[in-house]
């Protein structure tokens, strides 16, 4: 894929679940190669609107077209092999006694068992590359319940890379991890995506986890976009104070990461109320 091919379009997207509108008119545009972040509060709609780019969910209104094709005209399941996506709830789907190696390599038949396919050298080999892009080559052989909470994230990371998708979808991918799993896995974050590598789009509502290398923002809050673009227009105390509903500092650190901390409210605070 070159850089300017979209991986990603969607259109006037909005979701609802019974009488609750979780997402209004989401316009996104990925392109090959792009690393993004989507930050908001609890509740925004950021998991969901991951969910429909990984083509787990269906839109109730408007398109979403993922690698070329357009979701309604496509067979989803062919499709889901060309997305790596990890989400929380992914790592207690595993048995806790099966090999790392193993946990990696099923993607490859969209399973969570090795029994259920037949896996050659040359799946071996894919697996193993993958691992080795995210640093866990050292214990493929390790029972997955016996790695730490960052150790189980990498290999998620692995899993989601192991088919060479043209996009990797990570929901929440720090979550519960102590500051040496966070920084672990930040830095394997920062080695996937740009130029010949898939797009990746990473959830968060912690911006000290936000990756360094991220290139591109969408804000999200009550299920509407606040803004979108470049770290430098989206991380700034003003989008940052609307998205999470109260006075908030950003401060961009030299290593291109970011710091957040509250201020006092004034009475003449303009930040509106989280509901």
Do not use: C
Not at 2 to 9: C, D, I, L, P, R
Not at 102 to 128: F, N
Not at 204 to 221: F, Q
């Amino acid at each position: 894929m070159t850089g300017s091919e979209t991986v990603v379009a969607l259109r006037a997207v909005g979701f609802q679940r019974d009488d609750r509108t979780i997402l209004s008119e989401i316009d996104l545009r990925v392109s090959a190669g792009e690393r993004w972040v989507v930050i908001g509060a609890n509740g925004s709609g950021k998991s969901t609107l991951l969910r429909i780019m990984a083509l787990r969910e269906h839109p109730s209104t408007g398109e979403v077209a993922v690698l070329g094709e357009m979701l309604g005209r496509v067979d989803v399941r062919r499709l889901r092999s060309r997305i790596g996506y990890s989400s929380a709830g992914l790592a207690e789907q595993f048995r806790p006694d099966l090999a790392v190696g193993d946990v990696v390599m099923t993607a490859l038949r969209g399973a969570l068992e090795p029994w259920w396919h037949t896996y050659d050298e040359q799946d071996r080999e894919r697996m193993r590359r993958a691992a080795s892009r995210v640093g866990i080559e050292a214990f493929l052989e390790r029972p997955f319940g016996t790695l730490s909470s960052g150790e189980r994230q990498r290999t998620l990371l692995a899993r989601a890379l192991v088919t060479d998708p043209g996009i990797v979808l990570l929901d929440e991918p720090s979550s519960g991890l102590d500051p040496g799993g966070r920084e672990d896995l930040l830095d394997a974050l920062d080695a996937i995506g740009g130029p010949g590598g898939p797009a990746v789009v990473v959830v968060t509502h912690h911006l000290e986890e936000v990756p360094a290398a991220t290139e591109r923002v969408l804000a999200l809050r009550d299920g509407r976009v606040v803004a979108a673009g470049p770290p430098a227009e989206v991380f700034t105390d003003a989008v940052v104070s609307a998205v999470f509903g109260r006075p908030l500092e950003v401060h961009h650190r030299a290593d291109g990461r970011l710091t957040v901390w509250g201020r006092t409210r004034s009475a003449n605070e303009a930040v509106a109320p989280r509901p």
